[in-house]
């Protein structure tokens, strides 16, 4: 059976992509802070589908969730869902400046790690796949998270046409998906009110998951899952930046 690597893999687009693969008959490698969490995620998917379970309990913000992380994409993975990441509870400047680093290097530094550390794996045997798990919010002025999520299109892109020029590159494919407002409990945890976002604009997160997949079969390199996202991003490129700094750097921003 395939494997597949997924972070984040016991909350939202991380466990709809945990019981989706599961069900496609891959076995599991589910990666999250929370031992406890991530051990009745193992049990349900595994018992539900009849799939191998392994658990990883790792802090990709830390030193040694990061090389725990790197080893096991090393050993060889078919598809990696890099997907860990979280939102700020505030703006810039009203934020701690160690919570700012701690998301570059979940959203940076370890999608970048474990990118390099599944590839040669992955082009030696002439196939896997990897998702790198962006937002909208890539194409649009969110701060700290916007930005962080930028770099995670630019890199894809970029890693995407690079394996595509080497030997075994052609059986391998690499997408950043860039999903918008997911009904998960993201914005909870991050202290966000999110009563004033339109309902037109909520996506489901297992649409999003079969979205992407579709999207990955497809040999594309950016994913944007739902019509209306795609309108968006399309209208973005169209419209003077500062006014699309002003729009959306305040939907979905109010804290509680």
């Known amino acids: 059976m395939p494997t597949a690597l997924i972070t984040g893999a016991t909350a939202g687009i991380g466990a709809a992509f945990a019981r989706r693969l599961a069900s496609d008959g891959f076995d599991l490698v589910l990666l999250a802070r929370d031992a406890e969490r991530l051990e009745r995620t193992a ?10 379970t392994e658990v990883l309990v ?5 030193d040694e969730g990061l090389d725990a992380a790197e080893r096991r994409a ?13 939102g700020h509870g505030g703006r810039f400047l009203d934020v701690p400046l160690e919570n700012e680093l701690r998301m570059l290097r979940v959203h940076c530094e370890a999608v970048l790690r ?24 890539a194409f649009l002025v969110r701060g700290t998270y916007g930005a962080s999520k930028a770099w995670v299109v630019s890199f894809t892109r970029g890693v995407a046409e690079d394996i595509a020029m ?21 914005h909870q945890r991050a202290g966000m009110n999110m009563s004033g ?24 390199r950016v994913s944007v899952p739902g019509a209306q996202y795609k309108a968006l991003v399309g209208l973005s490129r169209l419209l ?12 979905g921003r109010r804290y509680d």
Do not use: Q
């Open 166 to 186: 080497r030997d075994g590159g052609r059986g391998v494919r690499v997408m950043a998906l860039c999903p918008g407002f997911v009904r998960t409990e993201f």
């Open 197 to 220: 976002v339109p309902d037109a604009l909520w996506l489901d997160k297992d649409k999003v998951v079969d979205a992407a997949l579709r999207d990955l079969r497809r040999g594309l």
């Open 240 to 251: 003077p930046t500062s006014l699309v700094g002003r729009v959306s750097s305040r939907t």
């Open 43 to 52: 049990r349900e998917l595994g018992g539900a589908y009849g799939v191998r």
């Open 58 to 62: 790792a802090d990709l913000a830390s």
């Open 74 to 86: 090393r050993d060889g993975v078919d598809l990696l869902v890099n997907n860990a990441g979280f």
């Open 114 to 137: 474990l990118t390099h550390a599944a590839l040669p794996g992955m082009l030696e045997r002439g196939r896997g796949e990897i998702i790198n798990v962006s937002s909208t919010a």
